[in-house]
C-alpha cells in the first residue's frame, strides 16, 4: 500500500494549495454577503480562480485515488492535508503553532504511516 503515499502527498498539496489561495482570496473581497456586489467581485478574483483550478485538479487526482485503492486506505491519507495546512500557516499567514498542534500533526502522520503499511 506504500504506492499511494506519493499520489496522497499530491492530492494533500494540491487541496492545501486551494485553501491557501481561498484565503488570499477572502481576504481581498468585502466583508461577506450574500450580494451581488459581493458574488461579482468574487468572479473577478483570481486568486479564487486559482482556488477553483486546485480544487478542481486535486479532485480528479482524488478520483484516481479511490479508484485505484481502497477507500479504507484512501480516505484517512487526506488527513495530511492537515499537515501541510499547519505549514502553509506557518509559511504563507505568519501564524504561531503552538507545542500541541505540533503534537496533533505528528500523530495525523503516524495514522497514516500505520494505515498505509
Not at 11 to 32: C, D, E, H, N, W
Amino acid at each position: 500500500m506504500w504506492r499511494i503515499i506519493p499520489y496522497a502527498i499530491l492530492q494533500s498539496i494540491l487541496l492545501t494549495g486551494g485553501q491557501v489561495f481561498l484565503k488570499y482570496a477572502m481576504m481581498r473581497m468585502p466583508a461577506f454577503s450574500w450580494s451581488r456586489g459581493f458574488w461579482l467581485s468574487l468572479l473577478v478574483n483570481w486568486q479564487f480562480a486559482a482556488c477553483g483550478l486546485l480544487f478542481g485538479a486535486a479532485s480528479l487526482l482524488w478520483a484516481y485515488i479511490v479508484k485505484t485503492f481502497p477507500f479504507s486506505t484512501a480516505y484517512p491519507m487526506v488527513s495530511l492535508s492537515y499537515v501541510f495546512g499547519m505549514f502553509a500557516a506557518i509559511m504563507f499567514f505568519h501564524e504561531e503553532v503552538s507545542a500541541a498542534k505540533w503534537l496533533g500533526v505528528a500523530l495525523i502522520m503516524m495514522g497514516c504511516f500505520l494505515i498505509a503499511k
